[in-house]
């Protein structure tokens, strides 16, 4: 039975530990990962929550990531296409020897908060060992069986965007009147509102498109 695992890491044991020290305000969440033919790990960053001149440019910098593309922006939040350089380790190990699946990654300041798949427990011991064994800081907070299917599979929403509409249901965001804010809700979750409020938009479009049409509304047919 899959296995979800939820932990800690010191960012200059990751990726990315200029550009987060020097914008340290600035939270960096990758939205997907992607392996090239070539071996190569392509991460996608959306980046909010402080000065983008700063971070930009302390990107730019960065010695762990090269050919550094603003690919959009939305709600003051940047989505940004970069390569990584150089050999970051848990990325590599995790998803090209293991075959776990990153589901979240979110950077702010000198640390990243990752959420991962694998297939059974053993695969999460050697995952541990391996960090252990290249001295890579790693602090577990908690490991856990998936109850039921990703929402992704169903409406093409992603765990964090799920996640960001029901904490909206719940707290009352939607009932007339509001019982809460945006600004209100983005501070529970520890977000930015710019990026609570780009999660809400995303999770909104993902839910009409395979939930109320039957072809995408960018589809000419």
């Known amino acids: 039975m899959s296995v979800i695992a939820e932990f800690t890491v010191d960012a200059d044991d990751f990726a990315l530990h200029h550009a987060l020290t020097t914008a340290p305000d600035m939270i960096v969440e990758i939205e997907r990962v992607v392996a090239t033919m070539e071996d190569r790990i392509m991460p996608y960053f959306w980046v909010s929550g402080g000065d983008q001149s700063v971070f930009e440019t302390a990107f730019n910098e960065d010695s762990s990531v090269t050919n550094v593309q603003k690919v959009d922006e939305i709600d003051e939040a940047v989505l940004y296409r970069a390569e990584w350089t150089e050999n970051i380790e848990t990325i590599v190990y ?88 945006m600004t209100e809700l983005a501070s529970n979750v520890g977000i930015s509102q710019s990026a609570f409020s780009k999660r809400l938009h995303h999770g909104h479009k993902n839910l009409i498109t395979n939930a109320l049409t039957v072809s995408h509304p960018d589809d000419e047919s």
């Not at 297939?119 to 001295?135: K, L």
């Not at 964090?160 to 707290?171: F, I, Y």
């Open 94 to 181: 995790a998803y090209i020897k293991i075959g776990a699946t990153i589901l979240q990654a979110t950077g702010r300041d000198e640390y990243w908060e990752l959420q991962m798949r694998f297939d059974n427990r053993e695969e999460v011991s050697q995952f541990q060992t391996y960090c252990t064994e290249h001295e890579i800081s790693f602090e577990l907070s908690q490991i856990y069986h998936q109850e039921e299917p990703m929402a992704s599979a169903q409406y093409g929403l992603t765990s964090k965007q799920r996640q960001t509409l029901v904490t909206a249901l719940e707290a009352g965001y939607y009932d007339i009147p509001q019982a809460t804010t």
